[in-house]
Protein backbone atom coordinates (compact mmCIF):
# COMPACT_ATOMS: atom_id res chain seq x y z
CA UNK A 1 0.00 0.00 0.00
CA UNK A 2 2.69 2.42 0.84
CA UNK A 3 4.91 1.46 -1.90
CA UNK A 4 1.56 2.08 -4.46
CA UNK A 5 0.71 5.89 -3.04
CA UNK A 6 4.81 6.65 -3.13
CA UNK A 7 4.73 5.62 -6.75
CA UNK A 8 2.15 7.89 -7.25
CA UNK A 9 3.39 10.87 -6.03
CA UNK A 10 6.75 10.51 -7.64
CA UNK A 11 4.82 10.30 -10.79
CA UNK A 12 2.46 13.63 -10.42
CA UNK A 13 6.33 15.16 -9.08
CA UNK A 14 8.01 13.91 -12.36
CA UNK A 15 4.71 15.69 -14.12
CA UNK A 16 5.25 18.95 -12.26
CA UNK A 17 8.64 18.84 -12.96
CA UNK A 18 8.65 18.62 -16.88
CA UNK A 19 10.48 22.18 -18.34
CA UNK A 20 6.57 22.48 -20.25
CA UNK A 21 4.78 24.47 -17.48
CA UNK A 22 5.62 27.93 -17.28
CA UNK A 23 6.78 27.59 -13.67
CA UNK A 24 10.10 24.95 -14.41
CA UNK A 25 10.66 26.38 -18.00
CA UNK A 26 13.98 28.10 -16.92
CA UNK A 27 14.57 24.54 -14.52
CA UNK A 28 15.76 22.37 -17.57
CA UNK A 29 15.35 18.62 -17.77
CA UNK A 30 17.47 18.43 -14.26
CA UNK A 31 14.71 18.21 -11.66
CA UNK A 32 12.42 15.70 -14.18
CA UNK A 33 15.70 13.96 -14.89
CA UNK A 34 16.14 13.25 -10.85
CA UNK A 35 12.76 12.85 -10.06
CA UNK A 36 12.16 10.23 -13.10
CA UNK A 37 15.82 8.08 -11.62
CA UNK A 38 13.89 7.80 -8.26
CA UNK A 39 10.49 6.75 -9.96
CA UNK A 40 12.97 3.96 -11.79
CA UNK A 41 14.18 3.19 -8.65
CA UNK A 42 10.75 2.91 -6.73
CA UNK A 43 9.38 0.73 -9.23
CA UNK A 44 12.40 -1.34 -9.52
CA UNK A 45 11.75 -2.22 -5.44
CA UNK A 46 8.42 -2.53 -5.90
CA UNK A 47 8.90 -5.24 -8.59
CA UNK A 48 11.75 -6.83 -6.14
CA UNK A 49 9.37 -6.54 -3.06
CA UNK A 50 11.03 -4.87 -1.27
CA UNK A 51 8.82 -2.16 -0.54
Known amino acids: M ?4 LLIILVLILIGALPTWPH ?6 YPSGGAGLILVIVVVLLLMGRI
Open 2 to 5: LGTI
Open 24 to 29: SSGWGY
